[in-house]
């Protein structure tokens, strides 16, 4: 399948260099395979119908930590391999306090990471291991792209705590389409349309593995699509 080689080509290129060209092209490319969605349910049955993506949320005790503070919790079942990170994994906005956590592990040459947590406060010691976990599920393509890939808490313009759920599609239509993935950036906020602008500019506040927290997802969700993909549509053709 051509847009199969085409998300492997600039993947490949984004996780061993984070290269910002192709990282949007990578956005670009992502953004496609949500408008296949629906086409590959006639096309490619077996793939469209398969529970093979996983997905996870926040646990409830997790949440309940968030009441009144600015957070993001992001859960990356199956974790991220990247080649680029060169050591770095996790940055942030200064607060007075706050609590962090994700899973991270170094090899020679790569990094493993998963699981980003933040909350900007202190939260009582006995929620540690609970801010780690998450309640995991097994979806089907388009239910995947559309379920919760980030949540998060932050100050609107009234300084009021808003919070929203984002999901894969949404993420990626917002890198495409408002960030310069597949259209010219908008420069003037007051511009932004869509409802995801706002809270995905304000995850560019965080950093995970060397990368801001966005385009570090849409490296987690080409993953799982390569994952899962050639085993399952290898013969599909397409002349797009």
């Not at 290269?19 to 969605?37: A, G, M, P």
């Not at 996870?56 to 949440?63: D, E, F, V």
């Not at 511009?191 to 490296?219: A, C, S, T």
């Amino acid at each position: 399948m051509l847009q199969l080689k085409r998300l492997q080509r600039h993947y490949e290129s984004a996780v061993h260099s984070y290269d910002e060209v192709s990282l949007l092209d990578l956005s670009h490319s992502l953004r496609i395979w949500v408008e296949l969605k629906q086409p590959l349910k006639e096309a490619a049955p077996t793939f469209a119908a398969a529970k093979s993506f996983k997905t996870a949320m926040p646990t409830k005790k997790a949440l309940k930590a968030t009441k009144r503070s600015q957070f993001v919790f992001s859960c990356m079942p199956g974790n991220v391999i990247t080649y680029a990170s060169k050591g770095r994994f996790f940055s942030h906005p200064h607060f007075a306090k706050s609590t962090m956590g994700c899973y991270a592990t170094f090899r020679s040459g790569y990094a493993e990471l998963g699981n980003f947590v933040f909350i900007a406060d202190a939260v009582d010691i006995s929620l540690g291991t609970q801010l780690s976990l998450m309640s995991e599920n097994r979806l089907n393509f388009a239910n995947w792209l559309g379920a919760e890939v980030v949540r998060l808490g932050y100050l609107d313009e009234h300084a009021k705590l808003k919070k929203i759920s984002i999901s894969r599609q949404n993420v990626i239509k917002r890198m495409a389409n408002s960030l310069g993935g597949s259209h010219p950036s908008k420069v003037d906020d007051s511009d932004f349309k869509n409802q995801f602008d706002i809270p995905v500019r304000h995850l560019f506040e965080y950093g995970f593995g060397g990368l801001p927290l966005p385009y570090f997802i849409l490296l987690k969700i080409a993953q799982d699509i390569l994952d899962v993909a050639p085993k399952l549509i290898e013969n599909y053709q397409t002349t797009e």
